[in-house]
Structure formats: C-alpha cells, structure tokens
C-alpha cells in the first residue's frame, strides 16, 4: 500500500468526525443504549456542557430575541447531557426568564416557544430532581406557566408531549369530552372526562399533566398525602376570546379514574379530596369544589372557579379516635378534679403556704389545672375559618389564636415551675453537702417571676414572626389554620409551635431528666442501707411521686408518638396526663402530715356529727396559760400515755417522751 493511499484512509476516517455538527453527536437516540453512548460523547463535547448552553438561552431571553432562545432551548432538551443538581435549578430560573421577557414585550409565548418550554420541562421531571431544588413559590410558577400557555392556545391546536398535553377546543353539541394523555404514560388507560355544566358551547382550553409532575409542583401539607391523579387546568373563553373564570352560580366537573393503593388495603384510612392550587400561596385547596366519590372507583369533582385541579389521596394509619376521645374527656375530669382538690386543701392554709416548697408545688397544680381546662374549652369550642382564597385571616381567627395563645402559656408555666421543683429537689439531695442546707431566701420569688412571666415571651414572639411576610414568596406562614381549611382543628401550624412551645418545653423536659436521675439516685442508695424504716420509705415514695410528676412523664410519652407505635403511645399520653393530678394529690396532700391534719379536721367538720372527738382535738392543741403568764401549747404524743416514759437517744443519755410544751 502506497503512502498517498494510507493518507486517503486516514481522511476517510477521521473526516466524517471532525465535520460533524457538534449537536449531531448529542442528539437523543431511542434506547438506553444509545442514549449511554451519546452521554459519554457529550462529556467531552463543549456543546454539551449544560450550564453553558443555559447560559446562553437567558442571554438570548434577555436581548428579547425569544425566536433563538427557543430554538437553542430545543437543541439543549434534545441532547443526552447530564443534568446536575444546580443545572436544573439554573433551567427553573431560565423558563422564568423566558416567561419574564415574554410578559415584558406583551406577546404571547408562540407555538414554537411553547413547544421548548414543554421540552424542557419534561427533561426537567426525567432527571428526578429532589423536592428541595426548587422553592415552592418557583414551582407554582411553573404551573403558571402552563396555565398561560394553555389559555392562549387557538381554538382546534394542540400542543403534546410525553406526559402533558394542551389543547383549545369547543363542543356546541356535547355535555362532556374526554381526556386521553399519550399511550405511553403508565396508568392513562381510562381518560379524565370534562362535563362543561353551565360552560356547554363555550371554547376550553385545558392542560393535562401527568401524576410524575407532582414532583416538580408544590406538595400538599400533611406528611403523608400525595397527588393521586393527573393536574387538569382548565380555563373558558367567550366568542371575543376572553378568558372566563367560573362564578359562584357556574360550575363543570371532571372524573377522574382512582387508582389502587394495595400498600394502604390494611391498616390505614384513606380520604380523597377534589383540590386545587392556590399559586399565591403555594398550597393545594379545597375551597369551592365538591367531591364526589363514585361507586365505578371514579371521583367527580364539581368547581366553581377554573385553576390546575387533582385528587388529593390522604392515608392516615387506622386508630380509635372515638375510642381515645372517650378516653381524653375521662382522664381530664379526673385530673383536673384532683388537681382542684389538692389546690384546695392546701392553699387555704396560711401554716402550709409558709413552706416554700408547698408554694412552688402550688404554682405546678394551678397551671395545670389553667392549662387542662383552656385545652379542652379551645378544641370543643374553636375551629379554623378561612376565606375564599383559603387564607385563615388574623380577622377570622381571632378567638382561635387568643386561645392557642393562653393555652400555650398555662402549658408552657407548668413546665417552668416543674424546672423549679426538680431544681429544688436537685439542691435539697444531691447537692445538700455542699450547701451545707443552706437556701436562697429569694427562691420562691425567683421562681414566680420566671415560671409567670418567661412562658409568655415565647408563643406571643412566636405569633408576631408569623406576621412577617416570606421575602421570597411575599406571603406569611400561618400561625394556625395551615391545611387552609374551614372547621379544621384550632392549634399552632410548623414551624411556629416548635418556635412558641415544643423547643423550650423539651429543653426544659431534657433539664429535668437529668435532674431526676441524680435525685433517683441519692433516695434509692438511702433506702437501700440497713435501719432504714417505713417513714423513710413513705417519704422517699412522695419524693418520687413529685419528682416523677415535676419531670413531665406525659410529655416525653407525646415525643415517642411516631411510627407504629403512635397510637398506643397517644393512649399512654392521654392516660399520664389524666394521672397527673391523682399522684400530686397523694404526694402533697395524702403523704404530706400538715395537709393531711388539716384535711382530716376539715372533713370533720363537714360530715362528723358527733364533735365531742373534734372537740377533744382542739382542746389537746388549743393553748393553755401557764402559771407565770406564759402561753404554752402542749403536743401529745400520744394519748394513751400517763406515765412518763424513758428512751436512750444515740449518744447514750436517757430522755423523758411524755410530752412536748412549746413557748410562744
């Protein structure tokens, strides 16, 4: 072989790559083989590095020239490339810029540019992208988006892709019309039907998304509910080509085809609801539809206003909520009503209020008791009411929110004084060597003013940052009412409560533990060495029976709440907090000598009728006065005795335990 005939092969070989376009190498070929292959050469091919060619389509949609952007736009979709994470954010914000400049010279985006937009957002939802790519706000303009493209359609076009579809059509003789997204979408067998109700012969212009666009659309609130259906968009135009909204007084429906759920068959309830997407606040509602479940597994969904409408498909595990609403009101009467006993006997009292620690114990049953009572006036009484757009307004939730409000609070200073009584008892235990038993005199008073006075700063700070409108999307979160339904539960929405309630409430659930372990510690050891006796035993049971309580037991239950075990752990929930008020009953009133003296003579008085023993009582501790003037009162030990009788204390000596006379 000559060497000129080696040149030519040479150039027969590499000529053909080297003239090539450079986007002929990227095309999209059918099969993931193909497609493999083309990725690998869009690796080392300038062209399709994506972030540039993005680049270059927002220049293109700057200088107004949306005829090139498009076309580079087609060109971009077409490839094999490999999208990053920033590279489809990049893309959301350039189909936004797009939208912009199209709005900004007052033209409609065109047949062609409609045609790249819906490319590029069917490559947007091929590549899977994570639900925190985009900002809710960014993906509500994406379905803005096709909402526009949809209404300036012409009446009898179409534009049509994989998974989305949008036409303009008119049926004068017809009730209703089908529909059919492409066959290659899993689950369209049965199409969505379209009544027009009061809309009959007017020009529709729709837009069909499939269900694998929920990725890239706002989600629902509520952890477990999920777009079950296609997204329709519907909008009405008139014989001048304006754009009609339903009324009040108009409506159309569309059926949708249910699917099976065998993952939720047992176990779960399933609630299904006829929504729509609110794009200013970002949320899918129910407001002005109806729904229909039908006995052919299809859902009519009957509207008064035209949007992007879906089925919500909501699964909720299986529990006894009548069974636990029995439960709750039970163990609440029970609690509050010994709470209020305990609070009784004890404050009355000017011998028991004297102590300190009976103060501060106080303080805890009188919150909560205040707390139990306002939570259970607060969910019978109140609900959410929202307007027409689904917005819970400060004007429609006023009671609501006041009531949230307090409720938090009486919750909120329990647990301050709880912090109290476990920070006492740590002092008086665990640290009384150090101390040498000393106290603060400032204790108490230390105390009321941060157990009254703290727990307010935090659900009304909490409420006032709700005000302040999101900077990206210009709307607030709601405080309460975040589902954006009427008659739905009154309490604090994410992340407000855990601002307002559940992070200082565990923070102080998280102190107290550790408090109550060391205290554990030290009265178990003390019980534990030999003499000891039953008072010692009685007085360590009260101990733990308040320090339990002061640890707020139900609290750390309500956090283990999740999974599996949620239902059983809301029962145990409901059950401590009912037991709340019997063990603070026991440990400050039945095992406390005081209270408990003055509640026997009270009961005494109001049902003995025989009062020579109150009378005997009250002479063996009425005071007496002494020859030389002085008052003297005389404690029996006990009543049996006469003699005088003889002990040998520890150090030996021997001491008379007749009685003993107290000065005053």
């Known amino acids: 072989m000559t060497s000129v005939t080696k040149v030519m092969l040479v150039l027969l070989l590499v000529l053909p790559s080297v003239i090539t376009p450079p986007g002929r190498g990227c095309k999209q070929h059918n099969g993931e083989a193909g497609q493999s292959s083309k990725r690998e050469e869009c690796k080392t091919s300038q062209y399709c590095n994506p972030a540039q060619k993005i680049s270059e389509v927002d220049k293109l949609a700057e200088s107004g020239d949306l005829d090139a952007a498009a076309k580079e736009l087609d060109n971009m979709t077409q490839s094999g490339m490999d999208f990053t994470r920033q590279n489809l954010k990049d893309l959301g914000n350039t189909l936004q810029g797009i939208r912009k ?3 900004k010279q007052g033209a409609s985006y065109g047949k062609k540019m409609s045609t790249s937009i819906f490319g590029s957002l069917e490559m947007l939802k091929n590549n899977n992208p994570s639900a925190d790519v985009f900002e809710e706000q960014e993906k509500s303009q994406i379905i803005e988006m096709i909402e526009e493209i949809s209404a300036e359609l012409e009446e009898g076009s179409n534009l049509e892709k994989p998974s989305i579809l949008a036409q303009s059509i008119r049926y004068e003789d017809k009730d209703e019309m089908e529909l059919t997204l492409p066959d290659t979408i899993p689950g369209s067998d049965r199409p969505i039907k379209l009544n027009f109700g009061t809309y009959r012969g007017r020009r529709t212009n729709i837009a069909v998304l499939d269900n694998s666009y929920k990725d890239i659309l706002p989600a629902p609130s509520g952890g477990s509910s999920t777009l079950e259906s296609p997204i329709i968009s519907v909008t009405f135009v008139d014989n001048e080509g304006v754009t009609k909204s ?14 099976e759920h065998p993952e939720y068959r047992t176990g779960y309830n399933i609630e299904r609801r006829c929504v729509y997407l609110n794009t200013t606040t970002n949320t899918w509602l129910s407001n002005g539809c109806t729904t229909l479940l039908n006995t052919d597994r299809t859902c009519t969904c009957t509207c008064s206003h035209t949007t992007s409408f879906a089925v919500l498909l909501s699964p909720t595990p299986v529990t006894n909520e009548a069974g636990q609403e029995v439960v709750s009101y039970v163990m609440f009467g029970i609690n509050v009503t010994f709470l209020f006993l305990t609070f009784s006997l004890i404050a009355p009292f000017g011998k028991l209020r004297k102590n300190k620690m009976v103060m501060t114990q106080l303080g805890l049953v009188l919150t909560l008791m205040l707390g139990n009572i306002t939570f259970v006036v607060l969910s019978a009484t109140s609900t959410i009411a929202v307007d027409d757009n689904g917005a819970p307004l400060l004007s429609l939730n006023a009671g609501c929110i006041t009531g949230v409000i307090i409720s938090q609070y009486f919750f909120l200073s329990a647990f301050f004084w709880m912090g109290c009584i476990a920070w006492t008892f740590f002092n008086k235990i665990v640290r009384a060597v150090k101390t040498f038993g000393k106290t ?3 204790y108490f008073r230390n105390c009321a003013l941060l157990s009254w006075i703290c ?3 935090f659900p009304v700070a909490s409420f006032l940052f709700s005000l302040i409108p999101n900077k990206s999307s210009e709307y607030t979160m709601p405080y309460v009412g975040g589902n954006r339904e009427n008659g739905s539960h009154c309490w604090v929405e994410d992340p407000w409560r855990y601002i307002g309630f559940l992070v200082p409430a565990y923070l102080i659930l998280f102190f107290n533990c550790v408090c109550f372990g060391m205290v554990a510690k030290v009265i178990l050891n003390s019980t534990g060495k030999p003499g000891g006796s039953e008072a010692v035993s009685v007085k360590t049971a009260k101990a733990m029976m308040v320090v339990a309580v002061s640890v707020g037991l139900p609290w750390i239950v309500a956090g283990l709440a999740i999974g599996p075990a949620a239902s059983f752990m809301q029962y145990l929930f409901i059950i401590f907090i009912g037991l709340q008020g019997p063990l603070l009953f026991v440990a400050l009133v039945v095992l406390q000598e005081d209270a408990k003296e003055h509640t026997q003579q009270l009961l005494l008085r109001l049902f003995w009728k025989d009062n020579s023993l109150l009378a005997r009582r009250q002479k063996e501790t009425s005071p007496k ?7 003297q ?11 005088p009788t003889t002990s040998e204390s520890d150090d030996g000596t021997r001491t008379g335990t007749t009685s003993k006379v107290t000065t005053l």
């Open 625 to 631: 006065m002494s020859k030389d003037g002085t008052l």
């Open 440 to 442: 603060d005199k400032h």
């Open 101 to 103: 400049a199209s709005q």
């Open 633 to 643: 009162t005389q404690i029996l030990k006990n009543d049996s005795s006469k003699e």
């Open 455 to 457: 727990p307010a700063i």
């Open 246 to 259: 339903a009324t009040s007084n108009k409506s159309f429906s569309l059926v949708f085809q249910l699917k």
